[in-house]
């Protein structure tokens, strides 16, 4: 069986389309946005809860997959303006991001380095077969519109390793927003980040994939996403 396909919403109105930036520093580029405020969120919650008869590793394992590649492109475009002497940190607005050695150690890497180790390490994770097996198990029953699968194989560890990719693909994530918005929007790719975005936030709240300390660099974000009182879980 084939897993489901990963969907970024096309066609929907920019979420927060930027205006030019303003002289107040406490205002960040990313929160500015057309008067009409336009935020699909009962959409993005619909892509984001786990559907019927689909079996819920193999959902997030999609999910991840879709996350990863996209985010990786958005980054691709703009790596150029993220070097080492414009980005000496890993930082996104007063959070430092440290990387931790493999003796335990905690050092500060610049951005790029930073970001390339990480994005080697969750592609090296996703093409691993033994975390995220590509032959589905057979299906024994259905129980409370769950699939019961015999044999999908995913490790014990799994759930543990999809929050740790979560985790640092919403690093990569912050440190856009917070240091290349504008680059972002100088090669109009707002409207597909700012979905991007916004559809990686509500599907992490949704599974629960993310420490509530690990949004503190965009609480202004969620806070103005939830603007109408919508709850961003599915």
């Given at each position: ?38 935020l699909p969120i ?35 475009v703009l790596s ?88 640092y693909l919403f ?64």
């Open positions: 069986m084939a897993r489901p396909s990963f969907r970024l919403p096309g066609g929907i109105s920019s979420l927060l389309i930027p205006k030019k930036p303003t002289n107040d520093d406490t205002k960040h580029l990313y929160l500015d946005h057309t008067s009409s405020q336009f009962d959409k993005l919650k619909e892509y984001s809860a786990l559907p019927q008869l689909v079996d819920q590793n193999e959902w997030l394992a999609t999910n991840t997959i879709g996350f990863f590649n996209h985010i990786n492109q958005c980054y691709g150029e303006f993220c070097s080492q002497s414009q980005c000496p940190t890993m930082s996104a607005g007063s959070v430092q991001y440290t990387w931790q050695e493999e003796k335990g150690k905690k050092v500060k890497l610049s951005a790029p380095k930073y970001i390339d180790l990480v994005m080697s390490l969750i592609e090296h994770l996703l093409t691993d077969e033994q975390m995220f097996p590509t032959k589905f198990g057979s299906i024994t029953g259905i129980s409370e519109n769950q699939i019961k699968v015999d044999g999908s194989d995913f490790p014990q560890t799994f759930p543990t390793q999809i929050k740790k990719i979560f985790k690093q990569v994530l912050a440190h856009i927003l917070h240091n290349h918005y504008q680059e972002i929007v100088d090669a109009k790719l707002q409207e597909h980040f700012n979905t991007l975005t916004a559809h990686f936030i509500i599907f992490a709240s949704t599974h629960q994939l993310l420490e509530q300390k690990d949004f503190q660099p965009v609480d202004d974000l969620r806070s103005a996403l939830e603007a109408d009182g919508t709850s961003l879980h599915a």
